[in-house]
Structure formats: structure tokens, C-alpha cells
């Protein structure tokens, strides 16, 4: 059984710091690509960022240059540093993958930027 948490948010003020992780299991951690994706409130899941089974990175235009993500496949986590925060990176942020064939997310972990 595929199972992703994630955990690490929190309320923090603008230009602060998070990271962010998720736990993997019931699949083969290394072997998928995975992906951060966030919910706003009110609006749809948006594309955060991804890393490949090879470790290549790739980084949604809003968050360019200021979040990096890694693995860990030892430890089967997966990273989201944010760094520079803006109020509008306020959302619940989502680890994900496709496993077999589905699509996979844990249940959010919450960000609030705000002074």
C-alpha cells in the first residue's frame, strides 16, 4: 500500500524559512520520480516541483531560485527547502507520485506566510 506523509509546515513570516519532508512507503522509493504540488485556498493543486529517479530538478516559474527539492532514497523522504516566503506560497503542500499506474498524495502538510 502506497503511503506518502508529509510534515514540516507551519506559520512563518515573509522572507523565512521551511522544510518541508515526506515519508514514502509500500513502493520502491527510488525508482519514481516525485513531485510537490500545492492547494491555495480556493484555487486548484499547482505543479510546485519535481526530481527524477536521477536526481534532476525541475521548478515551477514562482518558485525558481528561492525552493529546492531532494531525495533521500536511503531513508525513502523526499525534501522541499523554501526559502525567501512569500504570503502567496500560503497553501497545503503535497508530496506525489504515480505508482503503477496511479496517482499518489499524502494528506498536506499546511504553510501560512504571514507577518
Known amino acids: 500500500q502506497v503511503q506518502l506523509v508529509e510534515s514540516g509546515g507551519g506559520l512563518v513570516q515573509p522572507g523565512g524559512s521551511l522544510r518541508l519532508s515526506c515519508a514514502a512507503s509500500?513502493?520502491?522509493?527510488?525508482?519514481?520520480?516525485m513531485t510537490w504540488v500545492r492547494q491555495a485556498p480556493g484555487k486548484g493543486l499547482e505543479w510546485v516541483s519535481g526530481?527524477?529517479?536521477?536526481?534532476?530538478?525541475t521548478y515551477a516559474d514562482s518558485v525558481q531560485g528561492r525552493f529546492t527539492i531532494s531525495r533521500h532514497n536511503a531513508k525513502n523522504t523526499l525534501y522541499l527547502q523554501m526559502n525567501s516566503l512569500k504570503p502567496e506560497d500560503t497553501a497545503v503542500y503535497y508530496c506525489?507520485?504515480?505508482?503503477?499506474?496511479?496517482?499518489?498524495r499524502g494528506q498536506g502538510t499546511q504553510v501560512t506566510v504571514s507577518s
Open positions: 526530481i527524477s529517479t536521477g536526481g534532476g530538478t
Open positions: 509500500g513502493f520502491f522509493f527510488s525508482a519514481y520520480t
Open positions: 506525489q507520485s504515480r505508482v503503477r499506474g496511479s496517482d499518489h
